[in-house]
């Protein structure tokens, strides 16, 4: 067998995973068919969730150097923004970025950590048995096959794992186009973010670098041209014209593109050897910013759980709960931005303008505001964990960063316990029962750390021990009430591993 793991494609997506599984040791490479990185900047932010699993990794900081932080977000452009700054992280806002500089900074990591990616190679075929899956590619080096015990299609909306698995892919055809450009302004907007709806279409202008903003419209007439008609500079500036009643001197396109509202989730995101992750999995309009950092997210989820299963440790069930968590998660993804599809590109009556009047009115309340942006900033995702020992209200939540103070008083961050990719040991209750478990159990595949904490949190409170997952989402949590501590810490710990 060539690999461990192929993932075809070398997207955001594709290239955070082979980071992940590189770190763990398995034998990861990318087959991509693009000589370089795409130099368009399609996704522009990178949301509260997604920071913070980078932050795990070390990765954030890195992004930071590049990337402009922005503490809202939007809901269907409406005037009243969505506050990131009120959410519990660490990385309250949005990190605005060229998604052509995300993929350097995660292509760049993945290679150091030891990934092979060989690019200008095409996918043509893949087919699985029941021990393997065989590749075919055409590329520089001719037309070969390769072999791999797991195959992860990364490859975008047209995925060919997808197809050739048919896995169907439900959902709807676009019903609307919106124009999209990377302009120059001579006078530009002196608003970080520029929005506005009337009866004469919907506007976004958001900066993308120091000399670049991008610009976003539908405009009701022109809704209905097609997705590959090439769009003009003459079209951007007369819908800004229209919409805004001025166009900042526009100039210079660096990247103009036309984009719809095709809605679809694939049925199953796992076929046997085959997973599917990103754009591949789901595909839909791209409200609110949310498609990149989904994807990351859920490369994230499957990373560790494939290098488990590659590694021999992975428990029964592990593999499919990739699906079963993040499934649901991107159903209401795609509720999420049918419905800013509904607010801001379909009807541009008074009857429209006065619903989008009452809804931002309803977001200057604070919960309702914090509802929405918790949805956009995927904080409020929850899951079902496998083989909880406890019934603590952690259980399956995110880890958000914590402060602690470890036994010889160093201080630290519970992200930067996560560097390696493994499950987190957490003993706050100092209590020497946990060490004296960990020594009679053969179970290695965790980092132990004994701390406590430094400010008071008021979900950490009552926690004796637990166990967060490579991802940093909570897999048990044991409260120091619990009247089986010893046995309970002990089933934890051997629930992460095979039987
Ligand atoms: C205009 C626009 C604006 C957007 N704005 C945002 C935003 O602000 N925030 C956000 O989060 N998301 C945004 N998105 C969505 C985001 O760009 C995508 O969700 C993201 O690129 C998905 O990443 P991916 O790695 O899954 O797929 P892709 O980026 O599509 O990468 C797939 C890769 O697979 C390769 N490939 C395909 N087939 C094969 C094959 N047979 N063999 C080898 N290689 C293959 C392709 O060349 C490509 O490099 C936007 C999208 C658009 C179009």
């Known amino acids: ?265 694939a049925d199953r995101y796992r076929e046997g050897r085959l997973f599917l992750v990103g754009d591949a999995a789901h595909i839909h309009f791209p409200a609110g910013g949310q498609g990149m950092n989904v994807g990351l997210q859920e490369a994230m989820n499957l990373g560790w759980k494939l290098a488990a299963q590659v590694k021999g440790w992975a428990p029964d069930g592990l593999l499919d709960s990739y699906h079963e968590e993040r499934f649901p998660v991107n159903s209401a993804l795609l509720r999420n931005t049918r419905v800013q599809t509904l607010l801001f590109g379909t009807d541009f009556s008074s009857t429209t303008i006065h619903l989008r009047r009452m809804i931002a009115d309803l977001l200057e309340y604070p919960e309702a505001n914090y509802h929405l942006a918790s949805q956009i900033a995927a904080v409020d995702v929850r899951y079902d964990v496998l083989n909880t020992v406890s019934a603590h209200p952690l259980n399956g939540r995110r880890l958000a960063e914590i402060k602690l103070r470890k036994g010889n008083g160093d201080l630290l961050s519970s992200y930067e316990l996560f560097r390696e990719g493994k499950y987190v040991l957490l003993s706050l209750g100092n209590d020497p029962i946990v060490e004296s478990i960990i020594r009679r159990l053969p179970i290695q595949h965790f980092t132990y750390v004994s701390a406590t904490l430094v400010e008071p949190a008021i979900d950490w409170n009552n926690v004796h021990t637990a166990m967060i997952r490579p991802d940093g989402y909570i897999a048990w949590a044991i409260s120091n009430q619990e009247s089986e501590l010893e046995q309970c810490i002990e089933e934890g710990i051997k629930s992460i591993s095979k039987k």
């Open 1 to 265: 067998m060539n690999y461990d793991v192929i993932i075809i494609g070398g997207g955001p997506v594709g290239m955070i995973l082979a980071g992940e599984l590189a770190l763990a040791e398995v034998k990861v490479c990318i087959l991509e068919k693009l000589e370089d990185t795409t130099p368009y900047s399609r996704a522009l932010s990178i949301h509260p969730r997604t920071l913070e699993i980078l932050d795990l990794r070390g990765i954030k900081t890195e992004l930071l150097k590049i990337g402009k932080p922005l503490p809202t977000g939007h809901f269907a452009g409406l005037e009243t923004r969505l506050d990131f700054t009120v959410i519990d992280s660490s990385s309250n806002y949005s990190l605005f970025i060229a998604q052509s500089e995300t993929e350097k900074v995660l292509e760049r990591r993945s290679r150091e950590l030891g990934a092979e990616i060989r690019r200008g190679t095409e996918v043509t075929s893949i087919s699985p048995n029941s021990e393997y899956v065989e590749v075919t590619v055409t590329g520089t080096e001719g037309e070969m096959t390769l072999t791999a015990a797991y195959v992860v299609g990364a490859d975008g909306a047209g995925s060919i794992v997808r197809k050739q698995a048919n896995i169907p892919f439900n959902g709807t055809d676009a019903t609307l186009t919106a124009v999209q450009g990377d302009v120059v302004f001579k006078r530009p907007p002196t608003s970080s973010v520029v929005s506005s709806f009337n009866e004469n279409g919907m506007i976004m202008i958001v900066p993308v670098t120091k000399e670049l903003h991008r610009v976003v419209f539908i405009d009701p007439d022109r809704k209905s041209i097609p997705k590959d008609t090439p769009v003009t500079l003459e079209e951007l500036r007369s819908g800004m014209l229209r919409i805004l009643g001025d166009d900042y001197g526009i100039s210079n396109p660096y990247w103009m593109t036309r984009f719809g509202n095709a809605t679809r989730q």
